[in-house]
């Protein structure tokens, strides 16, 4: 299954983990659905929405694993992003990694996605 990935603050992702149930940064809970990238898109989303940010996490999930709540949608310039339309269940989150700012103030995204 392919995976798709969430920036999140680290604080945010750890509140999460202990009430079982993630809804969202602020812009997701505003726009009502969680916002996620493909692999291809991370690069652009960390360097758009979280440049110079840091204590943040990349979280990975296999779409197939969220049904029919997960829905690609166009942006505003047209490619499809994963937009979940319910909580997430930490549990189901594939696997999380720091996401370590660099001096530039880009984010050090994993090599493999």
């Known amino acids: 299954m392919p995976l798709i990935y969430k920036i999140c603050p680290a604080a945010l992702w ?5 009430e ?9 809970l505003a726009d009502g659905y ?3 990238s493909t692999g291809a898109q991370l690069a652009e989303t960390a360097a758009r929405h979280f440049a110079g ?15 029919s709540a997960l829905r690609y949608e166009p942006s505003r310039g047209g490619a499809l992003f994963p937009h979940l339309y319910a909580a997430l269940d930490p ?13 530039d103030g880009g984010h050090a995204l994993p090599a493999d996605l």
């Open 14 to 18: 750890q509140n999460a983990e202990a």
């Open 91 to 103: 549990r189901s989150v594939r696997w999380v990694a720091p996401l370590p700012l660099q001096p």
């Open 34 to 36: 969680i916002h996620f």
């Open 20 to 28: 079982g149930s993630f809804r969202g940064a602020p812009v997701d």
């Open 53 to 67: 940010q840091d204590r943040l996490l990349l979280i990975a999930v296999e779409d197939g694993r969220l049904g």
